[in-house]
């Protein structure tokens, strides 16, 4: 069991969702985060002062998989998020150690499924 962490620019998520789906991956937690990374920032006047932004905001995937799904989602992210500019983001796999279903007390792989 795997959990893959992808970090993508907002506007991608539509279009990776959609990819992930076609993966056969429809689990998932999507959460709203600031990060900055090689992509830098930008400056913006607000209220007559000038502010620097460096921290952007990104979406966050969290995903949950069997090992046979590892590469079929990785693949479906990067398919979808992939622009070829600086900022499209990155894409974490770390290993699971246990998945717990808590309506039906199911453990590791079948609590994934």
Do not use: W
């Not at 620019?9 to 991956?25: C, I, N, R, T, Y």
């Not at 246990?98 to 453990?107: G, M, N, P, S, Y």
């Amino acid at each position: 069991m795997k959990m893959i962490v992808a970090i993508i620019q907002p506007e991608k998520l539509d279009d990776v969702k959609e990819a992930l789906f076609h993966a056969e991956v429809f689990k998932m937690t999507v959460s709203r985060v600031k990060g900055c990374g090689q992509q830098g920032g930008y400056t913006e006047h607000y209220r007559g002062q000038i502010r620097s932004v460096n921290l952007l905001e990104k979406v966050k995937l969290e995903i949950a998989v069997n090992d046979n799904f590892v590469k079929p989602t990785i693949n479906a992210i990067i398919k979808a998020a992939k622009t070829g500019k600086i900022g499209d983001g990155k894409i974490f796999v770390m290993p699971l150690e246990e998945c717990i279903r808590i309506r039906t007390d199911e453990e590791g792989p079948a609590a994934i499924g």
